[in-house]
Structure formats: structure tokens, C-alpha cells
């Protein structure tokens, strides 16, 4: 794409002639997004994993790794702060279930009218769909989970695929949508549809399409993976198949270790005890059962590095790479849940549907403690990673404390756009986030001093102020706290040691409840 600025540029420069190159910190960078889902803290190579991410990691040694970096721990509740830059229930989301964003606009909504093209493709996971949400295009799932394979009826010559039992909520069929076509189910003629693939031809068959735009774009990439069901292609399959066999004790120590390495950990640090959901390594039985499982989760996420590639591969093809900003991430933590829909068949092909289980969620997590649906902050902690090539430092790192809610003023920012006061003839809401642009030049920036989650009424809740941390998994358990100056994992309890503190918490938490109107709502899984 070209820029207006850019032609502005070259008709003053030949007519007063010697004028200095145009850098890209004085255009609108197009902004492109990355969001996976359920990855673990320490999956990719760059935050201590070994699965091999090449892609995202040189993305993180030109640019900038955020330690400090927070979503609100289950699907529905990140997406909906991420697109709205305001806490999910400010949107009238207060659960994982699905719902239209109330009192509040998209970022696509937002950047649409500063002239920015909207392109999206992947996962949506709200009730209205991304083209009725400010898009100009998209592909992809608009519910929570399918799939990977063939997210609809079974195709000819192949085994029926494997799916989420009808009994669960929105189990079968997942709605799918393309720009304004609703699908349900969705079905997919191609015999090598696989969705990180397929979103990426999509991604790049947009940049194709609107090459030749004077304005920027902004592309956001929802990849559905590494979300069960564990499936995944033979041959990246077949790069893991015996490398997990040492187990997740021994995969959460390498792991941490490499994390020192890497100076994301303290040297004084200890890795806690594994959760008390998993079982010691040594005591699993079906070892080799559970290894093909984390070989096909390591095959998904290999995956998703290849098709950075492809689209970093596209945005040089274009000439748009140095006036890009990328930004990687996940919506929570590593996943726990027990969705083996298929027991007697292997993890991998489209006929299986498994999950990774509590043990290798717990190795992917590290150092952290807990999982997605969790407040503490192996689920609530995500690595982040943005690179704008002549603006983020190379190699940098920064512990700012943020959240999902800063990408809405970044991109603002970004974009030179305006937040309105009303949208469709009704008002909406203030942002909560702050931009990232300060820390991306470089300038001192804490971030936040106050954040609140929680993901489920009456269940799991947070509150963070400064460096003291309020966490509970509801009403039955006791409420923790902790210092994450000193015990960035979360191992100290201090509520015995600290009970002013502990009540200082949990009265901005109440306060915080009480203005969002948190409700009684049943939790459903979709």
C-alpha cells in the first residue's frame, strides 16, 4: 500500500528538492494482530519454550517482550476487552458465554472512519459478527471451538470428524461466518482445510486485495489453535513424537531454566511444586498416550509460526514490513479442561478430539501456577510481544504492567483517531486501557496501578494494586495474597501476615463489582 502522506512527501521533495527520507514514525503504521488461543506462558521459543517458532521469535529479538502483561483468563471476557478497551462487563459480558458488546465500540469500529481497511479472519466468539462490528472482511469461526480439520459435516472417503458431544452448549454445529454470511454448520469441500492454514490464505488474499489502497490497514488474526481438539498435520507431528517422553516435571524445569536465561526470571527464584491437579510424572500410567497428546499441542503451535511467517513473508512482498506493527499474543492460559470427546482415538486426525490435559498445561504455564479460567497468574498471564521495525527498540524488554484494555487507546494513537462520545445514537462508555505508544518509543511508563478480573460471578476474582495481588477461586476457598515484587509466582500466602491489605483489596474489588454491576449469573461452558 501507499500512503497519502507518502505522495504529499514526493511532490514537496521535487519541487523544493533535498528533503530527508520519510520514516515510518511519521506515517500511520498499519497495525497487524495476532491472538492465539489457550497457549501457555512459556510456549514459544522466545518466553523459555522449546517447540520451534522461529518466526515469533526473531518478532521478539527486533522488538519488544512484555513480562507484565495481563488478559482476563477465559476466551469471551479477552476478546471483549481487547476489541473494546473497556472490562468485559462495562460490554454486558460477564461470563464465557457469548453476548453482544453493549455500551461500547470495536477497535474496527473506531479505526474504520480514521480510514483504516478492517480485515479479520479467525476466531470471533460473540453474538453479533465481526462484519456487523466494524469490519470490512472476514473469515473465520464466530463461536468458540471446532475442528481444525473439518468444522462441519463429514466429506466423502473420510472418517466422520471428531466433535464437542451435542449435550454441551453450541457443541454441534459452530457457527462460521464469511463478511456478512452466517454458516451452520460450516462446510469445507477441500480435503486439506486446516483452520491456521486456511485463515492464513485469507489473511493474505485481503493484503492481495487492498494492496493498492492509499490508507493503512489494520488485519487482525485469531488463530483458533493451539485450542483443542489436538489436531495437527503428520509431518509437524512427527517433529515432537519422542521429544516429551522425559514427562512435565521434567519439561516445567527446562523450561524455567531457560526462562533464567532469558532473564525472564530472577536467578533467586525457585519453580514451585507442580499443581496439585497433576499427578508426579513417574506415577503416570499410559505415558505414551499423554506424550502423542503434548507432541500434536508443540505440532499446533510449530503451525501457527509457520503462518507468521507466510504473512511476515507477504507484508516484504508488499514493501508494507517497515511500516508495520505486529503484536503477538494469547487470550489466557494454558488449558486444563478434560475434552476427550474421543478416548479410543489417538490425538491428531480429524476423526479425534482431545485435549492436552492438566499436566502439560501446567509445563506450559511455567513458571506460573493455575490455568486458563484461573486468576492467578498462570491464567491471566500473557507473553506479549510487539515489533515496529525504526521505533521499537531491538531485543528490548519491559515489565509496564498492562492488559487487553491498552490495544484500543494504542491503536487510537496510532491511527490519529478519535474515541466518541456516542456510537449509533447511543452513548458508550469511557476506555479503561492506556496506550502502549509511550513504552514502545521508549519513554518511562508503569502502566497500570490498579486491575480487576472476573471471569465468572461468585468464582474466580483478582485485584492487583501496585505489587500486592488479591486471588480467590471463590467463595468455598480461602482469599490469598500476594507480594509479586518478591513472589512473582504466587508461593507466599501473606492474607495470615497482611489482613489490612487484604481488606484494602478486596474493598476496591467490591467497589470496582458494585460499579460494573457483576450479577449472579450461571456459568456455561461454550
Not at 59 to 68: C, D, E, H, I, V
Not at 139 to 156: E, K, S, V
Not at 339 to 362: H, K, L, Q
Request: glycine share 8%; net charge negative; charged share 25%.
Amino acid at each position: 500500500m501507499i500512503f497519502k502522506s507518502s505522495y504529499l512527501f514526493l511532490v514537496v521533495c521535487l519541487l523544493f528538492g533535498g528533503c530527508q527520507q520519510h520514516t515510518s514514525q511519521t506515517e500511520r503504521p498499519n497495525i497487524v494482530l495476532v491472538m492465539v488461543d489457550d497457549m501457555g506462558y512459556s510456549d514459544i521459543g522466545c518466553f523459555g519454550g522449546e517447540i520451534h517458532t522461529p518466526n515469533i521469535d526473531q518478532l521478539a529479538a527486533s522488538g519488544m517482550k512484555f513480562t507484565n502483561f495481563y488478559n482476563n483468563g477465559i476466551c469471551v471476557p479477552s476478546r471483549t476487552s481487547l476489541l473494546t478497551g473497556v472490562y468485559p462487563q462495562k460490554a454486558g459480558i460477564y461470563t464465557n458465554r457469548p453476548g453482544k458488546y453493549q455500551n461500547s465500540i470495536t477497535f474496527a469500529e473506531a479505526l474504520k472512519p480514521a480510514g483504516y481497511r478492517t480485515l479479520m479472519v479467525g476466531k470471533w466468539h460473540a453474538d453479533e459478527t465481526p462484519f456487523q462490528r466494524g469490519f470490512d472482511r472476514h473469515f473465520g469461526l464466530t463461536d468458540g471451538a471446532a475442528n481444525h480439520f473439518n468444522p462441519g459435516p463429514g466429506r466423502l472417503n473420510e472418517p466422520e470428524p471428531g466433535r464437542k458431544l451435542t449435550t454441551v452448549p453450541r457443541g454441534y454445529p459452530r457457527r462460521w461466518a464469511i463478511d456478512d454470511q452466517e454458516y451452520l454448520p460450516y462446510e469445507t469441500v477441500k480435503p486439506n482445510f486446516y483452520s491456521t492454514d486456511t485463515f492464513t490464505d485469507y489473511a493474505l488474499s485481503y493484503l492481495e486485495e487492498y494492496k493498492n489502497e492509499p490508507d493503512p490497514f489494520l488485519l487482525y488474526i485469531a488463530y483458533t489453535a493451539p485450542h483443542y481438539p489436538l489436531q495437527a498435520w503428520p509431518e509437524d507431528i512427527e517433529k515432537y513424537k519422542t521429544r516429551y517422553k522425559s514427562g512435565w516435571d521434567s519439561l516445567r524445569q527446562e523450561r524455567f531454566e531457560r526462562l533464567k536465561a532469558l532473564n525472564l526470571v530472577e536467578d533467586h527464584l525457585v519453580l514451585g511444586d507442580r499443581d496439585e491437579e497433576v499427578e508426579p510424572w513417574e506415577q503416570v500410567e499410559d505415558k505414551d498416550e499423554w506424550v502423542s497428546k503434548m507432541a500434536v499441542y508443540a505440532a499446533m503451535i510449530d503451525r501457527v509460526d509457520q503462518n507468521v511467517g507466510r504473512v511476515l513473508d507477504k507484508l516484504e512482498a508488499l514493501g508494507e514490513r517497515e511500516n508495520t506493527l505486529i503484536i503477538f499474543l494469547s487470550d489466557n492460559g494454558g488449558c486444563a479442561e478434560d475434552a476427550n470427546y474421543t478416548p479410543d482415538i489417538a490425538p491428531g486426525p480429524v476423526e479425534s478430539y482431545r485435549s492436552v490435559g492438566a499436566g502439560w498445561a501446567n509445563a506450559s504455564n511455567t513458571p506460573y501456577r493455575r490455568f486458563k479460567r484461573w486468576n492467578h497468574e498462570g491464567g491471566i498471564k500473557t507473553p506479549l510481544i510487539v515489533n515496529w521495525p525504526g521505533v521499537v527498540a531491538s531485543g528490548s524488554t519491559t515489565d509496564r504492567v498492562g492488559h487487553l484494555i491498552d490495544f484500543m487507546p494504542t491503536f487510537l494513537e496510532l491511527a490519529n483517531a478519535q474515541y466518541p462520545d456516542q456510537f449509533n445514537e447511543k452513548p458508550i462508555l469511557p476506555i479503561d486501557g492506556k496506550s502502549l505508544v509511550p513504552v514502545l518509543k521508549g519513554a518511562p511508563d508503569s502502566g497500570h496501578e490498579l486491575l480487576f478480573w472476573q471471569s465468572n460471578p461468585k468464582e474466580h476474582r483478582a485485584v492487583r494494586q501496585g505489587n500486592w495481588k488479591l486471588v480467590s477461586q471463590g467463595d468455598e476457598f480461602e482469599t490469598e495474597l500476594y507480594d509479586l515484587a518478591s513472589d512473582p509466582l504466587e508461593q507466599s500466602n501473606l492474607a495470615l501476615q497482611n489482613p489490612q491489605k487484604l481488606k484494602e483489596l478486596d474493598s476496591l474489588f467490591q467497589s470496582w463489582a458494585s460499579q460494573v454491576n457483576i450479577g449472579d449469573q450461571e456459568y456455561i461452558e461454550y
